[in-house]
């Protein structure tokens, strides 16, 4: 089993920034596609970036890119978000999830990861 917990989330102003971070317990996540999703409240839960075991691959939704960062340190079982340019539409809860080996076409579904954070709030200002 892997735990997995957000933090970082908050209120910012649009065009500003924020880092989340996702502490993983219970097993090394370096085996372990790690990935970003978000739901905004009505809608369905999104692909938002991944990066796989090696860090070597990173993928992202394309209204993120440019503006996001993935970013992992598997030594001390973390993964971040760097989120820069900060736009209205980004506002959501954003979730952390670890998954196990899936072929790279794959790493925006849902349901190829195991395991999941609780989520952390992230809410942008006009």
């Known amino acids: 089993q892997v735990q997995l917990v957000e933090s970082g989330g908050g209120l910012v102003q649009a065009g500003g920034s924020l880092r989340l971070s996702c502490a993983a317990s219970?097993?090394?996540?370096?085996?372990?596609?790690m990935g970003w999703f978000r739901q905004a409240p009505g809608k369905e839960r999104e692909f938002v970036a991944a990066?796989?075991?090696?860090?070597?691959?990173?993928y992202y939704t394309d209204s993120v890119k440019g503006r996001f960062t993935i970013s992992r340190d598997n030594g001390v079982n973390t993964v971040s978000l760097q989120m820069n340019s900060l736009k209205t539409e980004d506002a959501a809860v954003y979730y952390c999830?670890?998954?196990?080996?899936?072929?790279?076409?794959?790493?925006?579904?849902?349901?190829?990861?195991?395991?999941w954070g609780q989520g952390t709030q992230v809410t942008v200002s006009s």
């Open positions: 990066m796989t075991w090696s860090g070597r691959n990173t």
């Open positions: 999830a670890a998954g196990g080996p899936m072929l790279n076409a794959r790493v925006q579904y849902t349901a190829q990861y195991d395991y």
């Open positions: 219970g097993r090394t996540i370096n085996t372990y596609t």
